[in-house]
């Protein structure tokens, strides 16, 4: 687990003994987690499910003023079982919603459409939370009627949804923790990488 607790320039060891750079203890409490310091907001969000990416980006765009596109909306086919979209049908989508707005947050757990978009975010959030956190949050998260018809349909895949939380640690697939990391270490701009709720509150 990332140890942020200590307040002072701000490299973390990993379990493997490689480093993490990460947003200093202050800057986090500084007001949803000091995320939107650039003067036009172009924001990258990912993490596991449950990490809070939706609910966070939620708070950033009332704060700020921002437009939210969940990836969840254009990432699949409208059949059963789910099919994801051709990469390039869901990256013509983002970029028409980059053209339209200057100001943004694009959040998702699909590290190959976030790189797609990276180089347009001038910042991004890494919702690297444990995985017992982000079981938690899903447990109690609202109903999300752009994703389910009903409440009840969501609830009958609460199952489902903890144990693909469960994966995220070892997977090797576009949605795991090893993809969001990449994306995370090979940002250069301004970034944040948070690993607890009470971090971006």
Same mark, same amino acid.
């Given at each position: 687990?990332?140890?942020?607790?200590?307040?002072?320039?701000?490299?973390?060891k990993k379990a493997d003994n490689?480093?993490?750079?990460?947003?200093?203890?202050?800057?986090?409490?500084?007001?949803?987690?000091?995320?939107?310091?650039c003067p036009v907001q172009q924001?990258?969000?990912?993490?596991?499910?449950?990490?809070?990416?939706?609910? =966070?980006?939620?708070?950033?765009?009332? %704060?700020?003023?921002?437009?939210? /596109?969940? *990836?969840?909306?254009? &990432?699949?086919? @409208?059949?059963?079982?789910?099919?994801?979209?051709?990469?390039?049908?869901?990256?013509?989508?983002?970029?028409?919603?980059?053209?339209?707005?200057?100001?943004?947050?694009?959040?998702?757990?699909?590290?190959?459409? =976030?790189?797609?978009?990276?180089?347009? %975010?001038?910042?991004?959030?890494? /919702?690297? *939370?444990?995985?017992? &956190?982000?079981? @938690?949050?899903?447990?109690?998260?609202?109903?999300?009627?752009?994703?389910?018809?009903?409440?009840?349909?969501?609830?009958?895949?609460?199952?489902?949804?903890?144990?693909?939380?469960?994966?995220?640690?070892?997977?090797?697939?576009?949605?795991?923790?090893? %993809?969001?990391?990449?994306?995370?270490?090979?940002?250069?701009?301004?970034?944040?990488?948070?690993?607890?709720?009470?971090?971006?509150?």
């Amino acid at each position: 687990m990332i140890d942020v607790s200590n307040p002072h320039p701000e490299v973390v060891k990993k379990a493997d003994n490689e480093s993490l750079q990460v947003t200093p203890t202050a800057h986090l409490n500084s007001g949803l987690g000091g995320i939107g310091s650039c003067p036009v907001q172009q924001i990258l969000i990912f993490g596991n499910s449950g990490s809070g990416k939706s609910t =966070l980006a939620k708070k950033l765009c009332a %704060a700020h003023k921002l437009n939210h /596109l969940d *990836l969840d909306t254009l &990432a699949w086919e @409208e059949a059963s079982p789910p099919v994801r979209k051709a990469i390039h049908v869901s990256q013509q989508q983002i970029d028409e919603f980059i053209s339209g707005n200057s100001g943004w947050i694009i959040e998702g757990c699909y590290s190959d459409l =976030l790189e797609l978009v990276i180089d347009d %975010a001038n910042e991004i959030v890494f /919702l690297n *939370l444990p995985v017992e &956190a982000c079981i @938690e949050n899903a447990k109690k998260r609202p109903w999300e009627p752009h994703k389910y018809s009903s409440k009840e349909e969501q609830g009958s895949n609460l199952d489902m949804l903890i144990d693909w939380i469960s994966q995220y640690p070892e997977r090797d697939d576009t949605f795991s923790a090893a %993809a969001h990391r990449q994306l995370y270490e090979g940002f250069s701009g301004t970034k944040h990488m948070f690993t607890s709720n009470a971090q971006t509150t």
